[in-house]
């Protein structure tokens, strides 16, 4: 990830918080919020065309092959989510999908459906950590952390407070050092 990139997350963040007036303490909803933008937001069986034999695939063959996709229809953007996924999962996949248009990364891969849906994949590494990393700010972001987890909230109830995945909160919270700040701030009170 390149340097100072996690503090411009957080940046990102207070900024798009601000425009949806949300606090730090607020859930963030994803779909609206993509739509808003008009982005349009898609699960496999919305997909205009998709044949059969290829939701299935997608949804009951192989649905953890895959969580989102970002296409290009024209001058239009969609999202497709993996709907077999809980939607706190989903609403990481799309703001994870979001963060890539956000930040204008280009993919090392771009496929094009049989019916001419431009498909992007295929992200370097370290686009994809800095996806990972804007989505998390976003939802989860650090001043509501340390409010949250200074109230003595525990990681799953953090989760369930920001509409996201335990898996999530546990990641955010130990990436962003938040517990052991609220640690040393105990010991020196």
């Known amino acids: 990830m390149r340097r100072g990139f996690k503090t411009q ?29 008009g982005i349009v937001v898609w699960t496999p069986a919305e997909v205009p065309g998709l044949e059969a034999r290829h939701l ?11 969580s989102g996709v970002a296409i290009r229809l024209g001058e239009q953007t969609a999202i497709i ?9 989903q ?50 972001p650090r001043a509501g952390l340390v409010h949250c987890k200074g109230r003595g909230m525990q990681n799953d109830d953090v989760a369930r407070h920001y509409g996201v995945s335990s898996e999530l909160a ?12 609220i640690s040393a701030r105990r010991r020196y009170s």
């Open 9 to 37: 997350a957080e940046q990102i963040s207070e900024t798009l918080r601000k425009n949806q007036n949300l606090t730090v303490l607020d859930k963030f909803e994803p779909k609206p919020f993509l739509q808003s933008l």
């Open 56 to 66: 299935e695939q997608l949804t009951v063959k192989d649905p953890d092959s895959w």
């Open 81 to 89: 989510v993996n709907s077999t996924h809980p939607e706190t999962r």
């Open 91 to 140: 609403a990481n996949t799309l703001m994870h999908e979001w963060a890539h248009i956000e930040l204008r990364h280009k993919p090392n891969r771009v496929d094009r459906s049989e019916g001419g849906l431009l498909l992007l994949s295929d992200y370097p590494a370290e686009f994809e950590e800095e996806a990972d990393w804007l989505a998390a700010s976003v939802l989860l």
């Open 170 to 181: 546990n990641w955010r919270v130990r990436m962003t050092g938040v517990d052991r700040q």
